[in-house]
């Protein structure tokens, strides 16, 4: 297990309200961002929980799910499935430090990365400087603790492979009224075309022969992202990640909402995908997949262009007035400086900017379709708020 924090987390934070753990038949979605990458974590019944991609916040050494757990003494055991949507570095910083942790939980990423391309990729950058702080490195740390376990108990541990409408994890319990508490949890994406393309674009990110390793690109459009539908007794919920939509009907969005093989039902809880991009935006999603009004949540995103804009934000809030953002894309902080640093800044630099806004923690923890709880953390914030 990885070495245990060493100071206080920057944002989870003071107060008790956090070491309250949730009912047992009580289902929560916590999402934390942006810090480094992107998280949610869901409690899906009896102390069962499934990571969702991960994020370490400024400040702290540890990956943020985990220092949340520690705040409510869970142990990493509870952890029964870890999910890499994309392995675009924004969205999974620390996630091998979490699947070193949890050692009961199932790896689940894209069936885009089943492939001997992507192998190469992370032998190839797995250890390079380069790739640091990539998601290549954080697959390649995850398939070297595979190995290492495998070799221990003498099991062939692989990642299982998310591929639209597959059933990839199932639970059923009875609470203590003695009710049945079944949980289901589907992949959407990626689609088969969508799977063909990221492989050949993976292809492009190899090194040619005696060429020195270099910066691995984005793929861009995300279209191999895996968006999931958790099903928890009769509430719905739908996790966007980082899907986009182009308008192709066999790719994105577009093959998602037409699917006739999809889980049936409508979300009252949707984690907008893309960070509210307006490329990741498709009216239908609203109209076919969610509930009126849903609660939406989602993180801001701060490299180059900051995400939502005004146009997405004003897109999501003509869908629902219940829409909560972990951080203000358009913050400022401002360091106060001694004024001969200050003059030397503008002499030498002309002008700072902090890349990552503020960052939080919102929290749903939901008993019914009418009846659940919504809590901000940090900066946390009612995206209709902002302008």
């Known amino acids: 297990m ?17 070491t309250n753990r949730p009912k047992e038949n009580e289902l929560e979605i916590s ?21 969702v991609d991960s994020c370490v916040f400024p400040g702290d ?60 990729l992370v032998e190839t950058y797995g250890n390079c400087v380069i790739a640091e702080d990539s998601g290549v490195k954080e697959f390649h740390e995850i398939l070297k603790v595979m190995i290492e376990r495998s070799e221990k108990d003498k099991i062939n541990y692989t990642p299982k492979f998310a591929v639209a409408d597959r ?18 949890l589907y992949s959407l994406s990626p689609s088969d075309a969508a799977i063909l393309s990221a492989k050949l674009e993976i292809m492009k990110c190899l090194p040619v022969q005696n060429e020195h390793p270099r910066s691995i690109p984005a793929i861009s459009p995300n279209h191999a992202s895996v968006a999931l539908w958790l099903s928890f007794n009769d509430i719905n919920i739908l996790l966007g990640s ?38 990741a935006y498709h009216p239908k999603i609203w109209e076919k997949m969610l509930t009126d009004n849903p609660i939406a949540i989602l993180t801001p ?27 203000n894309p358009f913050s400022k902080k401002k360091f106060k ?3 001969l640093v200050e003059k030397t800044l503008k002499e030498t630099t002309g002008k700072i900017k902090m890349i990552t806004p503020s960052y939080g923690h919102v929290r749903i923890r939901i008993k019914s379709k009418n ?13 209709c708020n902002i302008k």
């Open 2 to 18: 990885p070495e245990k924090k060493q100071k206080k987390s920057a944002v989870l934070l003071d107060g008790n309200d956090l």
């Open 31 to 51: 999402i934390f961002g942006p810090g480094y990458g992107e998280c949610v974590l869901l409690h899906i019944g009896r102390n069962n929980w499934i990571v």
């Open 61 to 120: 050494n540890y990956p943020t799910p985990l220092l949340y757990l520690d705040k409510m003494n869970i142990n990493y055991n509870a952890v029964k499935a870890i999910i890499a949507t994309h392995w675009h570095d924004d969205h999974i910083k620390g996630i091998s430090n979490i699947f070193s942790a949890c050692k009961n939980a199932e790896f689940i990423c894209s069936d885009a990365l089943k492939n001997q391309e992507f192998l190469e």
């Open 167 to 184: 059933h990839i994890w199932k639970s059923i319990f009875k609470d203590n009224n003695g009710d049945n508490i079944t949980t289901n």
């Open 242 to 279: 980082d899907l986009e939509e182009k308008g192709n009907p066999n790719k994105g969005w577009s093959v998602i909402i037409n699917s006739k093989t999809r889980p049936n039902g409508k979300a009252i809880l949707y984690k907008v995908a893309h960070h509210g991009s307006i490329n």
């Open 301 to 327: 995103f701060s490299k180059g262009k900051k995400l939502p804009t005004i146009e997405g934000i004003q897109k999501i809030c003509s869908k629902t007035s219940n829409a909560f953002i972990t951080g």
């Open 337 to 339: 400086r001694h004024h």
């Open 371 to 383: 009846k659940y709880s919504i809590e901000l953390f940090g900066n946390a914030t009612t995206l």
